[in-house]
């Protein structure tokens, strides 16, 4: 188990630190993966950024994904739990998730577009993997994008995902695949559910640093 999710980041860059040489781009996946993006970027010194993609939830249940969407509408489907559902609803929901992308672009990136992926190296990033859902529709995003290798990072994942993951990434890092995984929490002592101010403390920290190296380069 890891104590918090910095602890987590810490212990992933040092499996990370092998795409130095690749000028590789970090994307976070909101809200828990911007924690550990920061930690690894801070660690190894990456570029980094993040990605906004939004699991697609049961109306009546909305922590239970059937899919989930992109920023550029990249969308994955679990195929069996869609098929359960009827196209209005999923449109519906749809519609619901592309407004709240596009207020988070506007808040955690000023409405900025994605850093430059076309040939990069990028590792997806996330606190932990449990469906998979955000990851495969980022992995899309990527592709279409033209990176040039998709990484998929995370502190914990489920071993079905984990397998699952390699089909569509490149590379596929996972530090823990519990056996009896049902819960993303379940790899931390500490964990709690971030909200937009945290992702945001982050964020600002983030351009506190830039600004710094900035200053000192110009001196």
């Known amino acids: 188990m890891f104590k918090n999710r910095e602890e987590a980041a810490r212990e992933l860059a040092i499996e990370l630190e092998a795409f130095k040489n690749e000028d590789p781009l970090i994307l976070a996946i909101p809200r828990g993966g911007v924690?550990?993006?920061?930690?690894?970027?801070?660690e190894l010194g990456y570029d980094w950024s993040v990605i906004i993609t939004r699991k697609l939830g049961y109306p009546d249940q909305p922590e239970a994904a059937f899919g989930a969407i992109a920023e550029d509408k990249s969308l994955y489907f679990n195929p069996k739990a869609k098929a359960r559902l009827s196209k209005e609803l999923i449109e519906k929901v749809i519609k619901k998730e592309e407004k709240e992308i596009e207020r988070r672009a506007k808040m955690y990136r000023n409405g900025a577009p994605l850093p430059k992926i076309k040939d990069r190296t990028v590792i997806l990033v996330d606190d932990g993997i449990a469906t998979g859902a955000t990851v495969f529709a980022s992995i899309d995003l990527c592709?279409?994008?033209?990176?040039?290798k998709i990484v998929v990072a995370a502190p914990v994942a489920a071993v079905e995902v984990s397998e699952q993951l390699l089909e569509k990434a490149d590379e596929v890092i996972v530090l823990e695949t519990p056996q009896n995984f049902f819960a993303v929490s379940q790899a931390y002592h500490h964990f709690e559910n971030l909200t937009d101010?945290?992702?945001m403390k982050f964020l600002r920290l983030e351009n506190i640093i830039q600004n710094?190296?900035?200053a000192l380069v110009k001196t």
């Open 35 to 42: 924690e550990v993006g920061y930690f690894l970027a801070e």
């Open 143 to 148: 592709r279409k994008a033209g990176a040039g």
């Open 197 to 199: 101010d945290d992702v």
């Open 212 to 214: 710094k190296s900035k």
